[in-house]
């Protein structure tokens, strides 16, 4: 198989910021990691494994790309303006940075977002806000409303960076009519703690009419590696 290992300084975030790539052609695929993930995750976890005969057949072309949460979502030591500040420079690097990257190699249209638990998160508000650029999202057990994360502050940026609060409101036929041509699927299990948000998203994309898929799976310990190797070689 292809890897490819890339590390370079990023203009936006104002740091290094590193990437495994995956495969040499096929549907590009940007993957983002867990909350307290790095770029290699998907690899040291299995998910690679998981899909490694479609990344060899060129069916996949899968691009791991690091996270900034503990510089954002998760900075307790940042006021809540600086959290947000700070994810939407994360979303500059990667329309303006990553995406082009990807672009250098492959001009399949069917750009995927991927991320399981709070990569869902970043897989979906990414693949609604930017349809032009995202053929689709896939998220494994995401989250999706960060309310909480925030201590209480709200401002407009708040809003336009949570999936469940702007989606409900949208009436933008550029949008819709984009998004009504792209793949959209949510997987959750049972007991997976995700499982509430994930019915609410399943519920606003329904009373939306967009298409999407939704999967409950009956599969105990849903919130984890093993299930979402499964998970990924289904909906992938």
């Avoid at 329309?95 to 638990?117: F, T």
Wanted: proline share 6%; glycine share 10%.
């Amino acid at each position: 198989m292809n890897r490819e290992y890339h590390k370079g300084r990023s203009s936006r975030l104002g740091r290094e910021m590193e990437m495994l790539v995956f495969g040499h052609a096929g549907v590009p695929v940007l993957v983002f990691p867990t909350s307290g993930g790095r770029f290699y995750e998907f690899e040291d976890r299995g998910m690679i494994a998981a899909i490694a005969e479609k990344i060899d057949a060129g069916q996949l072309l899968v691009f791991c790309v690091d996270s900034v949460n503990a510089e954002s979502w998760y900075n307790q030591q940042a006021p809540p303006r600086q959290r947000i500040a700070r994810h939407m420079q994360y979303e500059d690097y990667l329309v303006h940075e990553v995406v082009p990257l990807v672009r250098q190699g492959n001009r399949d249209g069917r750009l995927l977002a991927l991320g399981c638990s709070f990569g869902g998160y970043h897989a979906v508000n990414i693949a609604l806000r930017h349809p032009e650029i995202f053929g689709g999202f896939v998220a494994l057990s995401g989250a999706f409303d960060l309310t909480g994360f925030l201590d209480g502050y709200y401002d407009e940026d708040c809003y336009f960076h949570l999936p469940t609060h702007y989606l409900p409101n949208l009436a933008d036929p550029w949008f819709l009519d984009r998004f009504r041509g792209n793949r959209f699927v949510l997987a959750t299990g049972w007991d997976d703690p995700c499982l509430g948000q994930n019915r609410n998203l399943d519920r606003i994309l329904s009373e939306k009419g967009i298409p999407h898929r939704f999967s409950v799976w009956d599969a105990p310990n849903s919130h984890d590696w093993p299930a979402w190797q499964r998970m990924v070689q289904q909906y992938l």
